[in-house]
């Protein structure tokens, strides 16, 4: 018995001891090791390359996509809302929810990345990508500025350096700052550059293109100012270097597996029906591009929804607009040549108006249709004897349907002239879209108090 | 750190050479003194400490007592415990005294260590196994609903296996995990929803889709002997950072130890699930606008059903007897217009519930084995909840002073699960949005494989489409294990080391099949996520009494470990129909995700008690985390606690009014830690959405996309503070047959750890930093009485308790934090409001008195005699939040039949009842009924034909908004009559109209017969059988409740923080059960 006793007490002796060596030895740091904390999923860096596709794809589905395009589109009366959200739209009412997704997307996905890249391709003295960044920093700005007006831009983009509630620029130095952006990418995109521009989805890394859509914007910026300081030399002077063909154009590609943003709308929402008034003014020439911006109604024909009338069986967006592959567009060749017709034509050189509007016109059936319909061209177009303002922004607004700009160039230049719509909640129709939820929430000391959204943007005067 | 390891070290080594004793073997017998009979299954425990036995059938039981001056505490339930120094004695025979109530239990606390509740300086609760076993519940979360104060339950819908939400004493993280840990025979488990379990379809939200169940149901109810909750910061601080939110410990059922034959327990049930409350809806108005029938219209108003017939034409594939005309019409048939019953899709859910546990033991080993099967059908067709549960928990003597027991289960739990929620193939959805002229339920696919709806193939999925082609299965199989060795070194100095796993692959395929209104092209997804946590205690614990005085200390060390790996491939755009498999579409996309962290921790714990009066009880613990940066890795935070048992006073002692009374105060500071991943900024894979579509990912066009994080991450990180407080006192009558206990608590959570939403001009959505403030205090109160006993007996047990969660502050420039719902409306965290506050849009109010401004402009596009929705910043509607929750058990015993029923009241909170706002503007629903108008040639209405019961007058006064924006009150009263019309419905009436939310916010009070229970159990059996009971239980048999909608227990978002939402909930159940329970 004692024995045993004893060697007991020995085993339990060893057995403490070795618990308390347990407990020493697992206190062992390599436990605690901090690179646990290191998400394996995602890299601490990317390169340049990895950033260039993503701000292309925010670009082209957000900020040229639904939550802008629809309730721009329906206000211009190109399209209607015929349900939902889309329907209280079609009635004037947004809010600063539904802008909410948008707004961010804005800053966190387009404008960050870029200027990211911005930084990143300066560090890596990589000019030509320098200048891919500032053109897509400067695309994004004019449509955030040209939709909300001032917005922030000096003192954004700095959480990271502790800013987190930006002050806003003023529409005019937001303005300043996309001329400058753009003059300094066309000098950086014209460098040489032995890395080249990687994984660019709009135009495959092709820096001539890129050039000539800078350019493109800058005639664009020039003429979007023309009611407050327009400088139609300059934009003219710009147009002699943009973009110079339909294949210039500058699309944001959409394939079977990323459609479309408009197409996906349609198909989870369905709530967008294309508007009989601008089928009325496409009718009223039997023009060649119909069957591409409105999609068979279930009479296997064209049909508009009046304004605000819930018309459930007009016709769906066409193939044109809203195909899986249908691209977004950020400027386009046929619109350069818009802008060149208008700076011609307010400027007095009313030759060179009508050619480029007539190439103009030509373009948009190019593009939209795929051929140039000559008959059509000479019925219509290219007879045409007295130019007027009034047809040189209806045959633009006809070429950019789905698009932002016929919302910039009504505000603009009054044209059409629009009537308010039935069951209308405001006096006047939008002429500006409300910052987001987030930001006057979060950020409510700067954004600018805007009593409505029938305000006008400062270059609309 | 490593100046405290050295004294401990020190202390140990020293410990180690001072041990001289060895263990004392220490036998008995307990009887009942009520008849002299031997006490089987008696727990017999070294007070103290972790050591116990329990008696064998003859009520003998042996122990091994590391010190022959050792107390040994006997309880046994129903038996008043009795304590008994043992004084040098070996052989120690008890006699127990029925109590009146079970009055001096023995508790499971913190790391498993048992102790008497009269020395507790903190509230516990215990929910015992009869109880988990007959509520029939598949996820015991849903079984203590009821049973405890402080504890708030909510389960998401009614669907088989729905998550439940749970919190203990509020909220005290503001975006992060709120709910309790849950700790099964010392091993933390998994045991909530996690993000991880949603499929990766949902991407980031949970508004839309399937909600996975939570953890927690994959235990058997049936193998657990007691789960006792703690509350507060000074009952938890021995779990340190992962039990900010309290803790269930769960002690499962053991083997008995001694000579005893095998023992089997059979238990057999059958239940039916019935849909407990639907929101009403109307049949009078036939599918159509403006009073017309137009077949495929997303409305409901069209005409009077009373005036229609049908045009027989055959050829019209969506409705057999043709399309809707006039019955004045020419083509009409006369035969009269059909009205469906949306709800007939409804159907009785039934769940078949075995249990089969086997409890053997002799002297040297015990074990206790257990299988079940459960197999549970919903309400909604095809939806399917399924687990089957083995067990095994065994444990032997190594030597007389080793012992090793092994608790080991396995689970499988599957699931099919139908689409819910806002999403055009939730089933909800199409239901209640279905035109009630439709017959849905007259087929749901045409011969070409097209879509039979009542949108003529658009809109919303037929609900029988959804529930028959799409959803999700999911299927769990999880182990769960520990194996805890046990050593008595010396009468003063006994270790143990508890290690186990808890390890679970998920494996899910979720299917959307082409045609579906939410993917017309089809697609789906196959997901396996594997899941562990590791953990190991080593505990250390001392023991001496010197005097009056008894002092036991506890240190340890544990361990733990957590992580995840999801892989999921994901196909859209499938070729051949009703083929599910990955390699069906050319658009595939694949994914791993990964996620994990560790900590570590050193803790002490001191108990001393003075004569069986005053217990004080301190903890020290320092946690270190592998989330936190590295130059703050750890954290060190202390609690005590102190009971004062003041009926051992000389004068009021065995006092028969007051026969038990203690008051009781605790104190902690405990913390917690940042989410993995929060310490460095980072680039994720980029894709762009805008939340009406699927948005787009990459790989895009052939290339890869990353972008920066939208949360910024920050090195300087600090540890989350919670400070607790609690005072109380546990109060017993009339020779303990009436007890009451009463607590109050306040908790102060400060530098909350949380991802801050910033303007996104910053570049970022959010900064994860530490901001914010949070309070919850509140009064709990427990009545316990037996107001009848012998023959007829009567116990009432009630539970009252009052929670005031208030967000205190958010980081600098943040009023309000997202937390669940909608763009409008949604539930936030807002700094000086109740956590879970509904915030949306409002109608425009006078200025002065708040009332709501009726439209008085006729120049205005708003129609007059009507309100009108304030599009401004939204404001606050309500508090998600009850004002106080109550429920009281009574229980009748009449020889062997005994009655019991509980009611559930909750009074208070809102909710936003998003379902009633959105079939208002499709006409659907029952309120629209009263909706028809008539108007004289000069435009106005026509009071002489319009019924009466379709005017209406709005409470408010008349007003409008001036052109500028600002509001204009004329101060008079509103007479105006007008007609809730379609244009009403279309227009502020509903949410898609442009109404404001808080149109829809309807309180979400109730009073439920949350559980009733007959059950009899027969006298004396034959040989064969030890006892046996038969018993029906019905669950939620009877609500009340002001909410118009669904059963309002009930979320959108299933068992998240976010709650308060309804926006085509799935309905609540109610349910019967009867079971048979035998003992052989």
């Known amino acids: ?461 | 750190m490593k100046r405290f390891v050295f004294v401990l070290s020190l202390l140990l080594v020293v410990g180690i050479n001072l041990m001289q004793a060895q263990g004392v073997q220490v036998t008995g017998n307990v009887t009942s003194a009520e008849d002299g009979s031997a006490l089987p299954g008696v727990s017999v425990v070294v007070q103290g400490t972790t050591i116990g036995a329990v008696t064998d059938f003859e009520g003998n039981y042996s122990i091994t007592v590391p010190d022959a001056s050792a107390t040994l505490m006997f309880s046994f339930v129903g038996m008043n415990t009795q304590t008994v120094a043992l004084a040098g004695q070996s052989v120690v025979d008890v006699v127990l005294e029925t109590s009146t109530l079970a009055l001096d239990e023995v508790v499971v606390t913190a790391l498993g260590m048992t102790r008497s509740e009269k020395s507790l300086g903190y509230s516990v609760q215990s929910v015992e196994s009869e109880e988990l076993s007959k509520a029939n519940t598949s996820d015991i979360v849903n079984a203590i609903s009821g049973r405890t104060a402080g504890v708030n339950i909510t389960s998401s819908s009614g669907m088989p296996g729905a998550s439940v939400f749970m919190t203990i004493r509020g909220a005290a993280s503001i975006t992060g995990n709120n709910q309790p840990l849950f700790v099964v025979d010392g091993m933390p488990i998994h045991s909530q929803r996690g993000d991880a379990d949603n499929t990766a379809r949902t991407g980031g939200s949970t508004v839309g889709r399937e909600g996975s169940s939570s953890r927690s149901i994959d235990l058997n109810p049936e193998d657990i002997a007691s789960i006792t909750v703690l509350k507060g910061g000074a009952a938890t601080a021995l779990y340190g950072l992962r039990a900010a939110n309290g803790a269930l410990i769960i002690t499962t059922k053991q083997g008995a130890a001694g000579k005893q034959k095998m023992k089997v327990d059979f238990h057999t049930s059958v239940g039916w699930e019935k849909v407990s409350q639907l929101p009403p809806r109307q049949d009078q108005f036939v599918q159509g606008f403006d009073g017309k029938w137009i077949g495929g219209n997303a409305y409901s108003f069209g005409p009077n059903v009373d005036t229609m017939s049908y045009d027989g034409d055959t050829d019209y594939k969506w409705d057999k007897y043709g399309r809707l005309v006039g019955q004045s019409d020419p083509s009409a048939t006369g035969e009269q217009a059909r009205m469906y019953d949306a709800y007939d899709f409804f159907q009785t859910g039934m769940t078949v519930n075995n249990r089969l546990g086997v409890t053997a033991g002799n002297d040297i080993a015990s074990y206790y084995f257990s299988v079940a099967d459960l197999e549970q059908t919903g309400v909604v067709p095809n939806s399917k909840f399924g687990r089957t549960n083995v067990r095994l928990n065994s444990s032997a003597k190594l030597t007389k002073w080793a012992k090793i027991g092994t608790n080991m289960s396995y689970s499988n739990s599957r699931a099919h699960t139908i689409q819910a929620g806002s999403n055009t193939s939730g089933v909800m959805l199409g239901l209640l949005r279905s035109t009630p002229s439709f017959d849905n339920s007259a087929g749901y696919e045409f011969p070409d494989g097209t879509q039979r709806n009542y949108r003529n193939g658009g809109g919303y999925d037929n609900p029988y489409w959804t529930a028959n082609k799409n959803g999700v299965d999911e299927q769990y199989n999880r182990f769960i294990g520990n194996v805890i060795l046990n050593f008595n070194f010396t009468d003063w100095f006994s270790a143990s080391y508890n290690v186990g796993l808890d390890t679970y692959t998920k494996d899910t395929k979720d299917i959307d099949a082409i045609g579906s209104r939410n993917l017309p092209q089809g697609g789906m997804e196959e997901g396996l996520m594997i899941s562990r946590i590791f953990n190991s205690d080593l505990l250390l614990n001392f023991h001496k009494t010197f005097g009056d005085f008894d002092a036991s200390l506890t240190v340890g060390h544990n361990m733990y470990s957590t992580g995840y790996k999801r892989l999921y491939g994901d196909a859209i755009g499938l070729e051949i129909p009703e083929y599910y498999q990955l390699n069906n579409s050319s658009d595939n996309t694949t994914g791993v995700y990964r996620w994990g962290y560790r900590t570590m921790a050193v803790f002490g714990d001191l108990q001393l008690s003075f004569k069986d009066m005053l217990f004080l009880d301190g903890t020290l613990r320092n946690d270190w985390a592998t989330t936190m940066p590295e130059n703050n890795l750890s954290a060190l935070y202390p609690s005590a606690s102190l009971g004062f048992v003041f009926t051992e006073v000389g004068a009021l002692k065995g006092n028969s009014i007051l026969s038990f009374g203690k008051i009781r105060g605790s104190w902690a500071n405990t913390a917690n830690i940042a989410e993995p991943y929060n310490t460095v900024p980072a680039y994720v894979a980029a894709g762009a959405g805008d939340g009406w579509t699927n948005g787009v990912t990459f790989p895009y066009v052939g290339t890869t996309g990353f972008e920066v994080a939208g949360t910024l991450g920050g090195a300087e990180l600090n540890h989350e503070n919670m400070r607790s407080f609690e005072i109380g006192a546990d109060l017993r009558f009339i020779n303990n047959r009436i007890s009451l206990d009463v607590s109050y608590f306040n908790n102060l959570n400060t530098d909350l750890l949380l991802s801050v939403p910033v303007a996104e001009s910053s570049g970022y959505n959010a900064i994860y930093i530490n901001a914010g403030e949070m309070e919850s205090k509140g009064f709990e109160l427990s009545l316990n009485a037996t107001i009848l006993q012998g023959d007829f007996g009567w116990e009432i047990f009630a539970n009252w308790s009052t929670i005031d969660n208030t967000v205190l502050s958010l980081a600098e420039g943040v009023e309000s934090i997202f937390l669940g719902g909608f763009t409008v409306p949604q539930t936030r965290a807002v700094a000086g409001r109740s956590y879970g506050s509904i915030y949306g849009e409002d109608w425009y109010r006078d200025p002065d008195t708040n009332r709501i401004l009726i439209n008085d402009d006729p120049s205005d596009a708003n129609r007059d005699g009507y309100p009108m929705t304030n599009t401004g910043p939204m404001v606050p509607l309500g508090d998600t939040n009850p004002d106080w929750t109550a429920n009281i058990t009574n229980t009748f015993s009449y020889k062997g039949v005994r009655l019991s029923f509980m009611f559930d009241i909750k009074k208070g909170g809102v909710m936003y009842n998003g379902t009633a706002f959105a079939m208002n503007y499709f006409g659907t629903h029952g309120r629209t009924v009263n909706r028809e108008v008539y108007y004289t040639p000069e435009g106005t209405i026509d009071f002489a034909k319009t019924p009466e019961e379709n005017l209406v007058v709005f409470d408010g006064v008349y007003g409008h908004v001036a052109d500028d924006g600002s509001v204009v009150s004329s101060g008079i009263e509103n007479v105006t009559p007008v007609v809730l019309d379609q244009d009403w419905y279309q227009g502020q009436g509903s949410n898609f109209g442009g109404g404001p939310s808080a149109a829809s916010i309807e309180p979400s009070d109730w009073v439920r017969l949350r559980e009733l229970t007959l059950g009899y159990t027969f006298p004396v059996q034959r040989k064969i059988f030890q006892s046996a009971e038969l018993y029906f239980t019905g669950r939620n048999l009877w609500l009340s409740t002001p909410y118009t909608g669904v059963d309002p227990e009930s979320n959108l978002e299933g068992g998240v923080n976010g709650q308060g939402m309804d926006y085509f909930n799935m309905p609540g159940t109610k349910s019967y059960t009867v079971g048979l329970k035998l003992t052989f």
């Open chain 1, 1 to 461: 018995m004692k024995k045993i006793n004893f060697k007991n007490h020995w085993m339990r002796k060893a057995t403490a001891l070795l618990m308390v060596v347990v407990l020493l030895s697992s206190c062992e740091q390599k436990w605690i090791d901090p690179e646990i904390n290191i998400d394996p999923d995602s890299p601490g860096d990317v390169p340049i390359s990895l950033l260039l596709p993503a701000i292309e794809q925010a670009i082209g589905f957000t900020l040229l996509g639904n939550d802008a395009v629809r309730p721009t589109n329906i206000w211009m009366q190109l399209m209607d809302g015929v349900d939902r959200q889309s329907f209280t739209q079609a009635r004037y009412q947004i809010t600063p929810a539904d802008m909410d997704n948008y707004w961010g997307s804005m800053y966190t996905d387009a404008l960050i990345n870029a200027k990211i890249m911005m930084d990143k391709a300066v560090e890596q003295e990589t000019p030509q990508n320098e200048g891919v960044a500032k053109v897509l920093l400067a695309c994004s700005l004019g449509i955030g500025t040209d939709l909300f007006g001032d917005i922030p831009w000096s003192d954004a983009l700095k959480g990271g350096e502790g800013v987190i509630q930006p002050e806003f620029d003023s529409q005019q130095e937001v303005y300043n700052t996309i001329f400058d952006l753009l003059s300094e990418a066309i000098n950086d995109l014209g460098q040489d550059d032995a890395l080249g521009i990687l994984q660019d989805v709009i135009f495959d890394g092709d820096a001539d293109a890129w050039i000539a859509a800078a350019y493109a914007l800058t005639a664009r910026a020039h003429l979007q100012l023309s009611e407050v300081n327009g400088d139609f030399a300059a934009a003219l002077s710009a147009v002699d270097n943009a973009i110079s063909s339909v294949d210039g154009d500058m699309l944001v590609p959409f394939d079977a597996a990323n459609p479309n943003p408009l197409q996906q709308f349609m198909q989870y929402r369905t709530d967008i029906r294309m508007c009989q008034t601008l089928l009325d003014e496409l009718e009223a020439t039997s023009d060649p591009r119909i069957p591409f911006y409105f999609a068979e109604d279930g009479n296997g024909g064209y049909s508009g929804s009046e304004p605000t009338s819930q018309n459930g069986d007009a016709s769906y967006p066409g193939p044109f607009l809203a195909s899986q592959t249908s691209p977004t567009v950020i400027i386009s060749y046929a619109e350069v040549k818009f802008i060149e017709a208008e700076a011609a034509f307010r400027s007095g050189a009313t030759g060179r108006a009508l050619t480029a509007y007539q190439e103009g016109v030509a373009a948009s059936l190019e593009q939209v249709t795929g051929a140039v319909d000559a008959d059509w061209m000479a019925d219509n177009i290219d007879g045409e004897g007295s130019l007027t303002l009034e047809k040189i922004i209806m045959q633009k607004r006809h070429a950019l349907v789905g698009q932002l700009q016929p919302f910039s160039d009504w505000r603009r230049t009054g044209i059409p002239a629009l009537t308010l719509v039935p069951g209308a909640t405001k006096t006047e129709i939008p002429r500006r879209l409300p910052y987001g939820q987030g930001e006057l929430i979060y950020n409510p000391d700067n954004v600018p108090a805007v009593a409505s959204v029938i305000d006008p943007v400062w270059w609309d005067q």
